[in-house]
């Protein structure tokens, strides 16, 4: 087990589109028995996405680790046992080191390897950000929020789906419900709004 910082820059929103992109290489790669060129599938990892500012630390970073541990005792993930204190330790100092002297605010993406047990940690820069947002918006706030357009997804996502128990980088299930409705291709389409065999909404593949 070892935690990386990996800290690069680059678009804030690439992360989500880069991994809607390597989820269904990754389970193109497993369904041939490995990845493109004879090489093994990518590990699935845990992911935790968070805010950090240089002023007001990591945004809701208790509630992010509390997640993180849960869902590395329900999988078993290498160090998640016990509490997850080992596996909690591990990952502040990867996220600690990754923001280490940074002057703008940054988008940190915390994985935990569901096999290894490795934590790694990647940022991109937010220039254009100074603090962390309202945990309640008023009014006037939502008035002035951009408006993004969603569009209902034509097929349930069954509920007993392994990729929705915890919050990793098998991102197939998103995929292919953003494939359904031209999410991120149709003109205005910026995401989909998931349901169960139940009819009930349950969440959008990328936003919260």
Not at 175 to 180: H, P, V
């Amino acid at each position: 087990m070892r935690a990386v910082a990996l800290c690069a820059t680059g678009d804030a929103n690439a992360y989500e589109l880069a991994d809607v992109g390597a989820a269904a290489e990754a389970e193109r790669g497993a369904a041939g028995g490995g990845a493109a060129g004879g090489g093994a599938a990518a590990e699935v990892e845990l992911l935790e996405t968070l805010l950090h500012t240089p002023a007001g630390g990591y945004f809701l970073l208790d509630d992010h680790l509390h997640r993180l541990r849960a869902a590395a005792a329900a999988l078993g993930v290498a160090g998640g046992g016990a509490g997850g204190a080992q596996l909690e330790r591990r990952a502040r100092d990867a996220l600690a080191r990754c923001v280490a002297g940074r002057a703008d605010a940054s988008r940190v993406r915390l994985l935990v390897g569901a096999s290894s047990g490795d934590v790694r940690a990647e940022r991109v820069a937010l220039p254009d950000v100074t603090a962390h947002p309202p945990l309640l918006l008023d009014d006037g706030a939502l008035a002035a929020a951009p408006v993004r357009g969603v569009r209902l997804d034509t097929a349930p996502t069954p509920s007993v789906s392994p990729q929705l128990q915890a919050k990793t980088t098998a991102r197939g299930v998103y995929a292919a419900a953003r494939a359904r409705v031209g999410a991120g291709a149709a003109a205005g389409v910026f995401d989909v709004l998931m349901h169960n065999e139940a009819g009930e909404v349950t969440e959008c593949s990328i936003a919260n």
